[in-house]
């Protein structure tokens, strides 16, 4: 059996945007300043500042091009509103707030208490492994509020373990519609997909949670399965090497599984003689594997 050896030195779940447009470089600049903010209130107020400052920075120390398009009017302003549209996408620190408080809307109970008692006796059901009854609750409190998220979810996982993928499927669309960037239903439907071996959608879902929660391990190591599953080493030690690291710095439940999987990758790359790739993705997360 391989030994693995982990040395946990510092490294960053984070892209690096590579600006490469007048907004986009505005974008960058305006997100480090946000950076500055721990809370979605402190950054709300915060965010016409920042984006306001990193344009100045630009009007006045920008190549000449730059400088000449922003101090026009139409230049600003076209600049200005792509720089609002791009941030979400290109600066996670806003994207992580803008969801945390989103968060506070969506998964909580139902402002509806008669929907709140039948979602309760689903959750019991599901404890008891009485699979048809909470399907048969969560239903109860979906009719009463169309919008309650965690009934929702907890529908499609009442479904998936009667192995009625289908139907599960359709639950966790249905989260999704209400709130797009909802952590447990991107997890759900990735692995529903996978468990209908549709790996396309599999891989978009698990993609998806990785865009919106860096921190979760679940994204990375779903994506890893998938492309090693497409016989793309390269892209499956990435993902499968930083949920690895994340797993062992939370001293997850899960760290054999990547753990197994990582043997998986190496006998598979030994095998045809890809082992440069897998010693190249080790070294850059400080990974040592001894035979």
């Known amino acids: 059996m391989k030994k693995f050896t982990y040395f946990l030195l510092g490294f960053t ?3 690096n945007l590579q600006a490469q447009s007048i907004p986009e470089k505005i974008a960058l600049r305006a997100c480090d300043c946000l950076y500055s903010y721990d809370t979605y209130d402190q950054l709300k107020d915060s965010l016409k500042h920042c984006v306001s400052s990193a344009t100045a920075y630009y009007m006045t120390n920008g190549p000449t091009e730059d400088q000449e398009y922003l101090q026009s009017f139409q230049g600003a302003l076209k600049t ?13 620190h806003l994207r992580h707030l803008m969801i945390e408080e989103k968060k506070k809307q969506y998964y909580k109970l139902s402002a509806i208490s008669s929907a709140n008692e039948h ?3 689903g959750n019991d059901y599901i404890n008891k492994g009485d699979f048809s009854n909470s399907i048969m609750e969560f239903n109860e409190a979906i009719k009463i509020d169309n919008n309650f998220v965690n009934a929702l979810d907890n529908l499609g996982l009442s479904y998936r373990c009667q192995g009625n993928y289908k139907d599960a499927l359709k639950s966790y669309r249905k989260s999704l519609e ?7 239903a ?3 439907i990735a692995v529903t ?13 698990y993609k998806e949670l990785v865009f919106y929660y860096r921190d979760n391990p679940e994204g990375y190591f779903g994506c890893g399965k998938i492309f090693f599953l497409k016989s793309d080493y390269e892209n499956a030690l990435e ?9 062992t710095q939370t001293n997850s439940e899960y760290l054999k599984d990547s753990e197994t999987m990582i043997r998986l990758v190496y006998s598979e790359m030994k095998g045809k003689k890809k082992l440069d790739i897998f010693t190249e993705k080790a070294k850059k997360y400080n990974i040592i594997i001894t035979e």
Do not use: Q
């Open 13 to 15: 779940l984070a892209a």
């Open 80 to 92: 200005l509103t792509e720089v609002f549209d791009i941030l979400p996408s290109n600066c996670y």
């Open 119 to 121: 979602y309760e006796k």
């Open 178 to 184: 209400i709130f797009p960037e909802g952590e447990i």
């Open 186 to 188: 991107l997890l759900n």
């Open 193 to 205: 997909y996978s468990l209908l071996k549709d790996n396309k959608n599999s891989l978009k879902y």
């Open 239 to 247: 993902n499968i090497f930083i949920a690895h690291k994340i797993y």
